[in-house]
C-alpha cells in the first residue's frame, strides 16, 4: 500500500515540475468580426508570433458558401473552425492552402484561427498577416 502511494507521490510531483518547466502558455487573442453595411467581406491585418494564435470570429448559417483567403509573407497558416468546436478544423490551411471556400452546414459563430508552425513557430518569429473573409 505504501509503494502505491509513494509512486502516486512521484508521478504527481514530476507532473508538477513538467507543467511549471513548460513555461506560461503564449497570449491569445479573439476578434468579432463584423462586415460594414451593405458588404459581404472583410479584411483583418495582423502578426502572430511564436505559439500564439490569432482568432476572428464570424456569424454565419446553414447553407452559406464562407471564403477565407491568407495573404502572408512569413509561414502563417489558418484553419476554420465550426460552431462549438474544441478546436478540431473543418478546414486545415496547413495541408489544404491559402484559399478556402466551404459551404456551411450549421448556424452559429465560426472561428478563423492564423497561427505558426515549424520552425517560426519554435523560433518565436512574428510574421504579419491579411485575412480575407467573405459570407455568401
Known amino acids: 500500500m505504501m509503494r502505491v502511494f509513494s509512486r502516486a507521490v512521484a508521478v504527481f ?11 506560461p502558455a503564449a497570449a491569445q487573442s479573439r476578434e468579432e468580426v463584423r462586415f460594414s453595411p ?10 502572430v508570433t ?7 470570429v464570424l456569424g ?8 477565407v483567403s491568407l495573404i502572408t509573407e512569413g509561414n502563417a497558416y489558418f484553419n476554420i473552425l465550426p460552431p462549438g468546436s474544441d478546436g478540431v478544423a473543418i478546414y486545415n490551411g496547413s495541408i489544404d492552402g491559402e484559399n478556402a471556400s ?7 459563430d465560426y ?14 518569429e512574428t510574421v504579419p498577416f491579411m485575412v480575407s473573409m467573405a459570407i455568401m
Do not use: C, H, P
Open 38 to 47: 451593405g458588404n459581404d467581406n472583410a479584411a483583418v491585418e495582423g502578426t
Open 50 to 56: 511564436g505559439d500564439e494564435y490569432k482568432d476572428y
Open 13 to 23: 510531483a514530476f507532473l508538477v515540475l513538467a507543467a511549471s518547466l513548460a513555461g
Open 102 to 108: 466551404i459551404k456551411l452546414t450549421s448556424d452559429g
Open 111 to 124: 472561428t478563423i484561427r492564423v497561427y505558426l508552425m515549424g520552425n517560426a513557430r519554435d523560433s518565436n
Open 60 to 67: 454565419a448559417r446553414a447553407g452559406q458558401t464562407m471564403s
